[in-house]
T-cell receptor, first 114, second 118 residues
């Protein structure tokens, strides 16, 4: 199983809503990532978890709150988002933080903030 | 800071022909990895090919091969016998070797959109 799954596929939310994005992998990977991708742009790293601990936070606003409940799951909690936060949110995983390791990407959650 | 540059926003190739996508990067490091990722429309990003900087031999994966020129900091992707399914956005990416710290970042170029004409 070389699959990273993400739910939901699409999400529309208002600026006052609270919602969560979910990511799951069963490849035994110990590093998981959240990326934000705007249209026709490359992915931008948001957070990195390594062995369920937050390793990197790329100065992301606090309205995005990541959580790694176990080695297979990664959540991204959303609160009080802005319209400019509308984007494709990609989750990825890799065996560990070793540079050679392939990152496996999920299909993404397309988020629209009204 | 490391940067990755893809100078061709869009490319087009005839089916069964060969196309080369360009990528250059800037780094002061000597040990790193380079990747080409493919993102088809509305589909998942997948790894096409990767190259270790300490290896002189160019990586190949079936119809995909790279021309890695370390001194020139160039890492181009050649796609032979292009197929309709090759149509996608291609991202060149750079990543440092991780020595147990927190340097896990993939640094992406802006991408090249490849169209394949039947």
């Amino acid at each position: 199983d070389t699959e990273v799954t993400q739910t939901p596929k699409h999400l529309v939310m208002g600026m006052t809503n609270k919602k969560s994005l979910k990511c799951e992998q069963h490849m035994g990977h110990r590093a998981m990532y959240w990326y934000k991708q705007k249209a026709k742009k490359p992915p931008e790293l948001m957070f990195v978890y390594s062995y369920e601990k937050l390793s990197i936070n790329e100065s992301v606003p606090s309205r995005f709150s990541p959580e790694c409940p176990n080695s297979s799951l990664l959540n991204l909690h959303l609160h009080a988002l802005q319209p400019e936060d509308s984007a494709l949110y990609l989750c990825a995983s890799s065996q560990d933080l070793g540079g050679y390791n392939e990152q496996f990407f999920g299909p993404g959650t397309r988020l629209t903030v009204l | 800071a490391q940067t990755v540059t893809q100078s061709q926003p869009e490319m087009s190739v005839q089916e069964a022909e060969t196309v080369t996508l360009s990528c250059t990067y800037d780094t002061s490091e000597s040990d790193y990895y380079l990747f080409w990722y493919k993102q088809p429309p509305s589909r998942q990003m997948i790894l096409v090919i990767r190259q270790e900087a300490y290896k002189q031999q160019n990586a190949t994966e079936n119809r995909f091969s790279v021309n890695f020129q370390k001194a020139a900091k160039s890492f181009s992707l050649k796609i032979s016998d292009s197929q309709l399914g090759d149509a996608a956005m291609y991202f060149c990416a750079y990543r440092l070797i991780n020595y147990g710290g927190s340097q896990g970042n993939l640094i992406f170029g802006k991408g090249t959109k490849l169209s394949v004409k039947p």
